[in-house]
């Protein structure tokens, strides 16, 4: 079974350039979280969608990220503009189910972020 | 007070020690507890759940304290294999929001 897919790997932008990243979870997970790890540090939840629906975005910082699950399937995180200290690796992860019980998160290879 | 706190790392041992990490959370309405295993620029991978009475899974030891909200990881003759970093992990009953600590480098030597 395919894990967590995410894009790119890697992708080193300049400060106030938008960027991107999508990410495919395993397939019949209907819950999809997108983290963000500093250098040294645990993962730290953005954002959570049951299906289409994002229901914990307290995290995201919504004046430059923006992310959508259309479909209820693939997402894509948005940046606009970054920032220097946007540079993290994002991290997606999925599991098979949300709110009243724990399941299993599948994390993904993440991308590594590098804003110069 | 951070919601999950664990040693400072890193920890380096030999192979075939034993060696324990320590982690506390502030937040008493925590209800599930996990410890996570991430290698180099890899991503976080489920390494056991902790459950009250206690749980063992091979060479390793997880141990939960309520009371004491604290939370204990053991691992038994160490392997080189083991060398990575160890990241307690929190949530509460009904929601599916991980909270991670900071983790632990565990470095084992020949």
């Known amino acids: 079974e395919a894990g967590v897919v995410q894009s790119p790997r890697y992708k080193i932008i300049e400060k106030k350039q938008p960027v991107a990243f999508w990410c495919n979870p395993i397939?019949?997970?209907?819950?999809l979280y997108w983290y963000r790890q500093n250098l040294g540090q645990g993962p730290e939840l953005l954002i959570r969608y049951e299906n289409e629906e994002a229901v914990d975005d307290s995290q995201l910082p919504k004046d430059r990220f923006s992310a959508e699950r259309l479909k209820g399937v693939d997402s894509t995180l948005k940046i606009q503009p970054a920032e220097l200290g946007d540079s993290a690796v994002y991290l997606c992860?999925?599991?098979?189910?949300?709110?009243?019980?724990?399941?299993?998160?599948?994390f993904g290879p993440g991308t590594r972020l590098t804003v110069t | 007070r951070k919601e999950v706190e664990q040693d400072p790392g890193p920890f380096n041992v030999p192979e075939g020690a034993t060696v324990a990490f320590n982690c506390t959370y502030s937040n008493s309405a925590s209800q599930s507890f996990f410890w996570y295993r991430q290698d180099c620029r890899k991503e976080p991978k489920l390494l056991m759940s902790?459950?009250?009475s206690g749980n063992e899974d091979g060479r390793f030891t997880a141990q939960l304290n309520r009371a004491s909200q604290y939370i204990s990881l053991l691992i038994r003759d160490s392997k080189l294999s083991d060398s990575a970093t160890y990241l307690c992990v929190v949530n509460k009953m009904g929601y599916s929001t991980l909270t991670f600590g900071k983790g632990t480098m565990l470095l084992v030597s020949p």
């Open positions: 397939s019949g997970h209907n819950t």
């Open positions: 902790v459950y009250s």
């Open positions: 992860a999925s599991s098979s189910s949300g709110t009243g019980g724990f399941y299993e998160q599948y």
